[in-house]
């Protein structure tokens, strides 16, 4: 078994096909991710988990389109499909994911006012999740991150899971991406950038 800490991320009917904001090829990390989670002993689920009406939810904007921008307190916000309600069936993990290895999962984008995107910080970068604490308690000091999408929740929770003194791994081809605009090239330059490296299944 694997010593460090296995992050899933977002592994969510709506993130999959046929899904309020399925990410291309999103199921096909499913088995991946399965085969991934029996190799840990610690692993960490993150669940989008938005209030009706969020602010990240173009419907929320009259005249706003998805994935038009406005700026709300915090900064610029990417405007989405009314994705991952609570409760549900689009927010729930995807059926076929085996979340039975899983200690804890981190539930975010919960404030209404707030989008999240990391497992670790809420968008306007000061509301943390606990999961920094939790880690740090069970001396979990060396992460993978997979999951849905590679150039947003994946990579923020990845940056953070950095910026917060982790040595952080991206398991690459049991991710994928939205890449919006060129986001995936922008997401894995950030993500070099901050020390943060790829891997993959069969290298673990």
């Known amino acids: 078994m694997n010593p460090a800490c296995l992050i899933v991320v977002d592994v969510q009917n709506d993130f999959c096909e046929g899904g309020a904001l399925a990410v291309p090829r999103g199921d096909e990390v499913v088995p991946l991710v399965n085969r991934l989670a029996a190799r840990f002993d610690n692993v960490v689920l993150t ?7 969020h602010a990240s939810f173009a419907s929320s ?3 706003k389109r998805p994935f038009e921008t406005i700026e709300l307190a915090y900064g610029t916000q990417v405007l989405w499909p009314d994705h991952c309600v609570q409760g ?5 993990f995807h059926p076929d994911l085996d979340a039975t290895r899983a200690q804890l999962v981190i539930r975010k984008g919960y404030h209404r006012d707030i989008d999240s ?4 910080l809420e968008a306007d970068r000061k509301t943390a999740t606990g999961l920094a604490g939790y880690l740090g308690e069970r001396k979990l000091k060396k992460l ?3 999951g849905l ?10 940056l953070d899971g950095a910026r917060a003194g982790f040595e952080v791994w991206v398991i690459e081809d049991a991710s ?17 950038a901050a020390g943060v490296k790829r891997t993959a299944l069969t290298s673990l």
């Open 117 to 120: 995107y990391s497992g670790f």
């Open 149 to 158: 999408a590679t150039d947003f929740c994946v990579a923020w929770t990845a």
């Open 176 to 192: 994928r991406a939205i890449d919006l605009e060129g986001s995936l090239a922008r997401a894995w330059s950030e993500l070099s």
């Open 88 to 92: 549900t069936s689009g927010a729930a």
């Open 144 to 146: 993978y991150v997979c």
């Open 61 to 63: 904007h009259p005249g």
């Open 47 to 53: 669940q989008d988990w938005h209030p009706r009406a």
